[in-house]
């Protein structure tokens, strides 16, 4: 079975720009969840999709949004750009089981830099 | 709310000496907890996971962790560090929440081997 995969995987942008950023989760797994890594913050938690569903949200503004599509297939999307959300940006999928003890597979990322 | 605390950003180890990882957690509700590996330039690989069939859970790549009930505990440890172990390592909680799964990471531990 392939992994998940995230395109593109580098990506810069200046401030001000906005990013979309895609996803594609293993085959079967209706659920897709974004996290973002930096030095400073470590992993946090964006948001999570499940059938089409914003399911579960993290504490980020409101720039940052995503979207799934009928194919399980996720988006991710920053608007007005700030040098602080530079990061790394992953996706993970589940199979959108039991929850709590579903095990999440996670893509190799996308590495933003915004300059 | 539930986190972890990892406790040492940095270990340094022998090959061929013991991997001791820590990570203690704090959880309101039953934990379910994940033992994650990252190498430069990937995404998070899964070792292992507590789902509270068995407290000893054995992983991949020869690791294993013991959950501690008494001393909210969830160290990971190899007996024989290997120069392919250098990587960092994250500890992280996933609560009961019905069918919503969101992890909430540690700030993770870089591991170093040496010759």
């Known amino acids: 079975k392939a992994g998940v995969t995230q395109t593109p995987r580098y990506l810069i942008k200046t401030r001000g720009q906005q990013v979309t950023l895609s996803c594609s989760p293993i085959s079967g797994h209706r659920s897709v969840s974004w996290y973002q890594q930096t030095p400073g913050q470590g992993l946090q938690f964006l948001f999570e999709?499940?059938?089409?569903?914003?399911?579960n949200k993290g504490n980020f503004p409101g720039r940052f949004s995503g979207r799934q599509f009928s194919n399980s297939r996720s988006e991710m999307n920053v608007s007005t750009l700030e040098l602080g959300d530079s990061a790394l940006y992953l996706c993970?999928?589940?199979?959108?089981?039991?929850?709590?003890?579903?095990?999440?597979?996670f893509g190799p990322g996308t590495r933003l830099t915004v300059l | 709310a539930q986190s972890v605390t990892q406790l040492g950003s940095h270990v340094s180890v022998s090959e061929g000496a013991l991997v001791l990882l820590r990570c203690n957690y704090s959880?309101?509700?039953?934990?379910?907890l994940f033992w994650y590996v990252q190498y430069p330039n990937q995404g998070l690989q899964l070792l292992l996971k507590?789902?509270?069939?068995?407290?000893l859970v054995k992983g991949i790549n020869g690791f294993e962790a013991e959950f501690k009930k008494s001393e909210t505990s969830f160290h990971l440890t190899k007996p024989s560090a290997h120069m392919s172990d250098a990587a960092e390592y994250f500890c992280?909680?996933?609560?009961?929440?019905?069918?919503?799964?969101?992890?909430?990471f540690g700030t993770g531990t870089r591991l170093q081997v040496t010759l």
């Open positions: 992280a909680v996933s609560g009961n929440t019905g069918t919503a799964s969101k992890l909430t």
């Open positions: 959880s309101s509700v039953p934990p379910y």
């Open positions: 507590y789902t509270s069939a068995a407290t």
């Open positions: 993970a999928s589940r199979s959108g089981g039991s929850g709590a003890t579903d095990t999440q597979y």
């Open positions: 999709y499940f059938s089409e569903t914003q399911r």
